[in-house]
């Protein structure tokens, strides 16, 4: 059986933000209503729901991670304080030196 975050395609790492655009594009692709003609896109979709229930909450996917041994070496960055260094040392210094994430172009 595969992985919750295979099922998601996402990475262990990957913050609930992520997690939960992955969960909404692969519920309108996998969605039995938008494959008629296949037998196990029930099986599918029912699959990508569990996935979504246990990683969108927090303390089910710590629980889930120590089960199947996942460490997790990161912390989510939000609120004040929370950018990385390289953006701390550039404040008020001009432009940032690092971007926290890139967004791919649409299209």
Known sequence: ???????????????IVVIRAAYR?????????????TEDAGERMLNVNRAYA???DIEKREEYDLSQGITQDFHERR??????PAMRKSRGKGPPTARPFAFRPLG
Not at 79 to 84: D, I, N, Q, T, V
């Open 1 to 15: 059986m595969k992985s919750f975050y295979e099922t998601l395609e996402v990475s262990p790492s990957a913050s």
């Open 25 to 37: 594009c692969l519920a309108q692709q996998e969605h039995p209503d938008k494959n008629p003609n």
């Open 54 to 56: 246990v990683l969108s």
């Open 79 to 84: 609120g004040p304080g929370s950018a990385p």
